[in-house]
């Protein structure tokens, strides 16, 4: 059931679930990136933003300046599934990645413990064959809103009675 869940937030563009915590939150003082105070691999990375770089947004800058960190410390293979992951990105249509965008804000809303779980839920997802992640999707697709609206129901009084019963 778990799997038949989560099959549907992925099946709309809930990959966001696979990514781990980020290290630090922005907050006002980490928002405020100079250019001079980013690396020269990362000013390297980020030429394009030098001339605008003290007109964006406080949090803009703090944002570009960890994706360039984290850019470079990936390593071949995890630069390549970036790639891919932003490829798809652009493909989705703006309501898509709204939608997304939304409940990305909901998991990172869950308390940590819930995070963790959800995130466990997604990695067991991705062991599943490729195939029975399809007919999960297919099955989380073909059930009504009201079957869907009740499956949540039911896994969060599960979750519920489980953290009772902790």
Same mark, same amino acid.
């Given at each position: 059931?778990?799997?038949?869940?989560?099959?549907?937030?992925?099946?709309?563009?809930?990959?966001?679930?696979?990514?781990?915590?980020?290290?630090?939150?922005?907050?006002?003082?980490?928002?405020?990136?100079?250019?001079?105070?980013?690396?020269?691999?990362?000013?390297?990375?980020?030429?394009?933003?030098?001339?605008?770089?003290?007109?964006?947004?406080?949090?803009?800058?703090?944002?570009?300046?960890?994706?360039?960190?984290?850019?470079?410390?990936?390593?071949?293979?995890?630069?390549?599934?970036? !790639?891919?992951? $932003?490829?798809?990105? =652009?493909? #989705? *249509?703006?309501? &898509? +990645?709204?939608?997304? @965008?939304?409940? %990305?804000?909901?998991?990172?809303?869950?308390?940590?413990?819930?995070?963790?779980?959800? !995130?466990?839920? $997604?990695?067991?997802? =991705?062991? #599943? *064959?490729?195939? &029975? +992640?399809?007919?999960? @999707?297919?099955? %989380?697709?073909?059930?009504?809103?009201?079957?869907?609206?009740?499956?949540?129901?039911?896994?969060?009084?599960?979750?519920?009675? =489980?953290?009772?019963?902790?």
């Amino acid at each position: 059931m778990k799997a038949l869940v989560l099959a549907g937030l992925l099946a709309l563009g809930g990959n966001a679930l696979a990514a781990e915590p980020s290290a630090a939150p922005a907050t006002s003082t980490q928002a405020d990136v100079t250019w001079a105070s980013l690396s020269p691999d990362q000013q390297q990375l980020l030429a394009q933003f030098q001339s605008k770089w003290d007109q964006l947004p406080p949090q803009r800058r703090f944002a570009l300046a960890r994706g360039a960190a984290r850019w470079l410390a990936m390593d071949q293979g995890q630069r390549t599934a970036a !790639r891919d992951r $932003f490829g798809k990105w =652009r493909e #989705l *249509s703006e309501d &898509r +990645r709204e939608l997304v @965008r939304r409940r %990305w804000g909901d998991f990172e809303n869950l308390p940590p413990d819930e995070q963790a779980k959800v !995130r466990a839920d $997604f990695r067991e997802y =991705r062991r #599943l *064959s490729a195939q &029975r +992640r399809a007919e999960l @999707r297919k099955e %989380w697709q073909q059930k009504s809103l009201a079957e869907r609206q009740q499956l949540l129901r039911e896994l969060r009084q599960q979750r519920l009675l =489980r953290r009772q019963g902790n």
